[in-house]
């Protein structure tokens, strides 16, 4: 059985507490690691009265917290540093591997992650370490959880969710290769395509990383917006190719595979390909399309969030899989009763044929209508009547 989707909370949502005098602001923005979620993250500075923090309660299994990275080497060690801490337990914060003084800022940075099998709500506390009149800065731009398989009814539909390249709910057609050891698919093939079935308010696809053009993906969705997420990954064209999507039975919408200028010779993550309008709740399917040309940058895809979205990855799958197999019944009784009508009639033609052709051999005629004794046509209704209770 696969892994129950990631749950993607934004900085600020209202079921994420901050203590102390956290700001929201636009963040660093056009980085190797693309742009912040959402828009806007948490920040706070060294210079407070009172260690600052957040928590967040949530059930689940595992959690990531994504934020800016911006860290300095000092003599008195990092600047900042940070614990995250679940139950009394601390998590190791992931570092940049990199021991450049002022390293280059990296936006959707996992601060840290975890692993928990403790039952019931958690509260997961982030806290910031400065060292004393330090003026540093701190980001916080997005939570995720992975629920338990018992909260499908109780947050599908609720909650924004991340779609990765391998969910079973995608279907590749053509040639979809990873590059390196980057994350997500791409395609060079012109045609190829990619297509998912979703159900939910609004969902987002990052990075997907295909080599191939024009290839196209189905994808059946709930969900009423949809970002399509992939990456520049260094060593290929810089050219931008076309690519084209379409929701169910709409119109095709083309979209630039390169929305930034690549940097030479490094690979650009969290790149936002496309984001569809505002759709109509329920389950849709959306197909995404690499156009080409031939030298042109790949279609890639790294993961899609979609809002109001079900946890589950087989839901969307399992209620498609229901109307295919409605639909097919339906077919079949629909078949199945024009074909006894066509033979019937067939059979009542050649049976009023022939004994046209009888009567003409007698040589006789009959008037085009008869008037039935009352007796005759009560004996008739009669006949019908038992054998089609019978």
Same mark, same amino acid.
């Given at each position: 059985?696969s892994?129950?989707?990631?749950?993607?909370?934004d900085?600020?949502?209202?079921? %994420?507490?901050?203590?102390?005098?956290?700001?929201?602001n636009?963040? $660093?923005?056009g980085?190797?690691?693309?742009?912040?979620?959402?828009?806007?993250?948490?920040?706070?500075?060294?210079?407070?009265?009172?260690?600052?923090?957040?928590? +967040?309660? $949530?059930?689940?299994?595992?959690?990531?917290?994504?934020?800016? +990275?911006?860290v !300095?080497?000092?003599?008195?060690?990092?600047?900042?540093? #940070?614990?995250?801490?679940?139950?009394?337990?601390?998590?190791?914060?992931?570092?940049?591997?990199?021991s450049?003084?002022?390293?280059?800022?990296?936006?959707?940075?996992? =601060?840290?992650?975890?692993?928990?099998?403790?039952?019931?709500?958690k509260?997961?506390?982030?806290?910031?370490? $400065?060292?004393?009149d330090?003026?540093?800065? $701190?980001?916080?731009?997005?939570?995720?959880?992975?629920?338990l398989?018992?909260?499908?009814?109780?947050?599908?539909?609720?909650?924004?969710?991340?779609?990765?390249?391998?969910?079973?709910?995608?279907?590749?057609?053509?040639?979809?290769?990873?590059?390196?050891?980057?994350?997500?698919l791409?395609?060079?093939?012109?045609?190829?395509?990619?297509? =998912?079935?979703?159900?939910?308010?609004?969902? !987002?696809?990052?990075?997907?990383?295909?080599?191939? /053009?024009?290839?196209?993906?189905p @994808?059946?969705?709930a969900?009423?917006?949809?970002?399509?997420?992939g990456? %520049?990954?260094?060593?290929?064209?810089?050219?931008?190719?076309?690519?084209? +999507?379409?929701?169910?039975?709409?119109? =095709?919408?083309?979209?630039?595979?390169?929305?930034?200028?690549?940097?030479?010779? @490094?690979? %650009?993550?969290? !790149?936002?390909l496309?984001?569809?309008?505002?759709?109509?709740?329920?389950?849709?399917?959306?197909?995404?399309?690499?156009?080409?040309p031939?030298?042109?940058?790949?279609?890639?895809?790294?993961?899609l969030?979609?809002?109001?979205?079900?946890?589950?990855?087989?839901? /969307?799958?399992?209620?498609?899989?229901?109307?295919a197999?409605?639909?097919?019944?339906g077919?079949?009784?629909?078949?199945?009763?024009?074909?006894?009508?066509a033979?019937?009639?067939f059979?009542?033609?050649?049976?009023?044929?022939?004994? #046209?052709?009888?009567?003409?051999?007698?040589?006789?005629?009959?008037?085009? +209508?008869?008037?039935?004794s009352?007796?005759?046509?009560?004996?008739k209704?009669?006949? @019908?009547?038992?054998?089609?209770?019978?």
């Amino acid at each position: 059985m696969s892994e129950l989707r990631w749950v993607v909370v934004d900085d600020n949502d209202p079921s %994420i507490t901050y203590h102390g005098p956290w700001v929201e602001n636009a963040g $660093f923005q056009g980085n190797q690691w693309g742009p912040v979620y959402g828009g806007s993250q948490h920040d706070v500075t060294g210079l407070q009265s009172d260690p600052p923090s957040l928590s +967040y309660n $949530f059930t689940g299994s595992e959690f990531q917290v994504l934020g800016t +990275y911006v860290v !300095q080497n000092t003599s008195r060690g990092r600047d900042p540093d #940070w614990n995250c801490e679940l139950g009394g337990f601390v998590f190791p914060r992931q570092q940049q591997n990199s021991s450049a003084t002022g390293a280059m800022p990296l936006n959707n940075w996992p =601060l840290c992650t975890g692993l928990t099998d403790t039952p019931g709500e958690k509260i997961l506390k982030v806290s910031p370490i $400065f060292p004393k009149d330090s003026s540093a800065h $701190f980001y916080v731009d997005q939570i995720r959880y992975r629920p338990l398989a018992n909260m499908t009814s109780s947050l599908s539909g609720r909650v924004t969710v991340l779609v990765e390249e391998t969910d079973p709910a995608l279907a590749y057609t053509g040639n979809w290769t990873r590059h390196n050891m980057d994350p997500g698919l791409m395609t060079t093939e012109q045609g190829n395509s990619v297509t =998912l079935k979703f159900t939910g308010m609004s969902f !987002q696809v990052p990075p997907y990383r295909p080599a191939c /053009n024009a290839h196209r993906h189905p @994808i059946i969705f709930a969900g009423t917006k949809v970002t399509w997420v992939g990456l %520049i990954p260094a060593g290929f064209s810089s050219v931008a190719g076309i690519g084209g +999507y379409r929701v169910d039975e709409g119109l =095709l919408v083309n979209f630039a595979n390169v929305p930034s200028l690549p940097l030479e010779g @490094i690979t %650009i993550y969290n !790149q936002r390909l496309f984001e569809t309008p505002e759709l109509s709740d329920g389950v849709h399917t959306l197909t995404v399309t690499h156009n080409g040309p031939s030298d042109a940058a790949p279609l890639t895809l790294d993961y899609l969030l979609i809002a109001n979205g079900d946890i589950d990855p087989h839901s /969307n799958l399992e209620v498609a899989a229901g109307k295919a197999k409605s639909l097919s019944v339906g077919q079949i009784v629909g078949a199945s009763v024009g074909s006894f009508a066509a033979v019937f009639f067939f059979g009542l033609g050649v049976f009023y044929f022939l004994r #046209w052709k009888r009567r003409q051999a007698r040589g006789g005629t009959r008037p085009a +209508y008869e008037m039935k004794s009352a007796k005759d046509s009560r004996w008739k209704r009669g006949w @019908i009547t038992s054998r089609s209770g019978a």
